[in-house]
């Protein structure tokens, strides 16, 4: 059974700063696994989409990593804002012939001015 | 480009009353719809899953229903709702199984 594990919790930085946020999973046999930001009583927004014959991808100040054997994925966050206060997700498809995508309970990232 | 339509935003619905949330994607063709819910404090939970027009499966019991009239047309539904119903629902799509997923903007329901 696939169970996906997010630390920390939540995450207090100061603006400017760079940091990682680190997702597990324990099935290694993942088609791709997916960031997601949600700001709060709003829906998901897309980050960025690893396959799993992929190590890396960025979008801007965004870098996530992919380390399917270990079953680690982080999600790198270059100089960042305010704006990037948010709880961050990853998410993984369920193997096998189901449809669902299985959720870290999520990062509540606070930067601060 | 996709676009993907959620409403209504809130919801405040007496126990008992029906529900009927509606979902929309626009820019593509026989996606794969999802219905969500996110209840305080847990993860998401998958609730129903279509791969195409009438097609629903359905993940947990529950006290509600999905139906898909149309090809990009989603729709939560249920007769008589439960305090336990309260929640936070989200609509969600991709183009085939374990590909990129796209979500709504998501309706809060209160059940009171």
């Known amino acids: 059974k696939q169970e996906v594990t997010q630390i920390p919790a939540a995450l207090s930085v100061p603006e400017g700063e760079n940091l990682v946020l680190n997702c597990s999973f324990t099935?290694?046999?993942?088609?791709?696994l997916q960031w997601f930001r949600q700001d709060p009583g709003k829906g998901l927004t897309s980050l960025l989409l690893?396959?799993?014959?992929?190590r890396e991808q960025t979008s801007g100040r965004l870098n996530a990593s992919l380390d399917k054997s270990s079953g680690r994925s982080t999600l790198y966050i270059a100089a960042s804002q305010p704006g990037d206060s948010a709880t961050y997700l990853c998410?993984?498809?369920?193997?096998?012939?189901?449809?669902?995508?299985?959720f870290g309970p999520g990062t509540r990232l606070s930067v601060l001015p | 480009s996709q676009t993907i339509h959620q409403w209504p935003a809130t919801l405040v619905q007496p126990v008992g009353s029906p529900l009927s949330l509606e979902c929309t994607v626009e820019?593509?063709?026989?996606?794969?719809l999802y219905w969500y819910r996110q209840a305080a404090g847990r993860g998401l939970q998958l609730l129903f899953y279509s791969v195409g027009i009438g097609q629903i499966s359905s993940e947990v019991p529950q006290n509600l229903s999905a139906s898909r009239p149309q090809d990009r047309q989603f729709i939560l539904s249920s007769k008589k709702l439960l305090l336990s119903d309260s929640g936070f629902y989200l609509c969600a799509w991709s183009l085939r199984r374990g590909a990129e997923a796209f979500f709504g903007q998501g309706t809060r329901l209160t059940v009171v």
């Open positions: 998410a993984v498809p369920l193997s096998g012939y189901g449809q669902n995508f299985v």
């Open positions: 690893i396959q799993s014959s992929q």
């Open positions: 099935d290694s046999a993942i088609y791709n």
């Open positions: 820019g593509t063709s026989n996606p794969n």
